[in-house]
């Protein structure tokens, strides 16, 4: 549901993952190029600065890599620029929604993200039994592939929180999300445990939102704002069936300042903390 929720085929899943040959050739190249340079995973995860589970994942024709991910493989196993020219020709990540493949490339890369959800847990946050429930939800109802494609996709997502230390990410959700309990008490005593787990990472910062708040900057409805290595800000917004990533300075700028609004009128990150506590100790 959401774009954050993994932009995975739509709002929880709607449509249909497609599998890409495309992926799995690249993946394949990057690994005979590798082993021909006498490399080991985590020997060229290490030239080129990612893990070596993103390494592993490319390979595999799970993640569509990103550009820098591209070029600095292509330089650390000779230059050719084969793989450059190679990945302009990836087709679509298996999982991931079209509408939302161009935001997940700049969220690979991102020096910050920030997130704010009200309507279920946002993806990168999400526990696997509580997506499940979501796929389960999904009208018209998913197959048993979609579903495993889709959770397969945002588990690769969620490496980003432990794979990208140095990139900070922000959530605000709303405390509605926990006192709904979606997929059952089991579920929810697991996700905020998961969120509590989370929020001691050194980048990630998790707010609640809390239930009465008299003042409130996000009713406009979800968003995700990025910053890239260049330093420029992007933002995504979805609806059902469709995304849209926002470019306009103008309009990014609008969006930061309610984030910002948002950031003040949340709980601080340690009240947020104590409220997952004592959520967690009421069911």
């Not at 196993?77 to 450059?84: D, E, F, I, P």
């Not at 969620?158 to 997929?183: C, K, M, V, W, Y």
């Not at 409805?221 to 306009?248: C, R, V």
Request: hydrophobic fraction near 40%; proline fraction near 4%; charge should be negative.
């Amino acid at each position: 549901m959401g774009a954050d929720n993994g932009g995975v085929a739509g709002m929880g899943g709607g449509g249909e993952p497609e599998a890409s040959d495309s992926l799995r050739t690249f993946g394949a190249m990057v690994q005979a190029l590798r082993e021909h340079a006498g490399l080991g995973r985590e020997e060229l995860a290490d030239a080129i600065g990612y893990s070596k589970h993103t390494v592993a994942s490319v390979e595999q024709g799970r993640r569509l890599p990103d550009a820098a991910f591209v070029e600095g493989v292509d330089r650390a196993l000779g230059g050719t620029g084969a793989l450059v020219a190679a990945a302009r020709h990836l087709g679509r990540q298996p999982g991931l929604a079209a509408w939302f493949r161009k935001w997940a490339r700049l969220e690979a890369a991102a020096i910050t993200l920030y997130t704010y959800e009200c309507r279920l847990i946002p993806g990168l946050l999400q526990t696997e039994a509580y997506a499940r429930q979501l796929f389960d939800d999904e009208l018209p109802p998913l197959k048993d592939e979609q579903i495993e494609a889709q959770w397969t996709a945002r588990a690769e997502r969620q490496r980003l929180l432990r794979d990208r230390p140095n990139t900070a990410f922000s959530f605000i959700i709303e405390e509605q999300l926990l006192l709904r309990h979606t997929g059952g008490t089991t579920t929810t005593r697991e996700l905020i445990d998961h969120l509590l787990d989370i929020s001691e990472l050194r980048n990630v910062e998790i707010q609640i939102m809390p239930l009465v708040r008299e003042s409130h900057a996000g009713l406009h409805g979800a968003m995700q704002l990025l910053e890239t290595s260049e330093n420029k800000w992007f933002a995504y917004t979805e609806a059902p069936e469709s995304g849209q990533l926002i470019a306009d300075r103008k309009v990014v700028s609008v969006l930061q300042g309610r984030y910002a609004r948002m950031r003040s009128q949340a709980l601080t990150i340690p009240d947020s903390v104590s409220l997952l506590r004592r959520m967690r100790g009421d069911l």
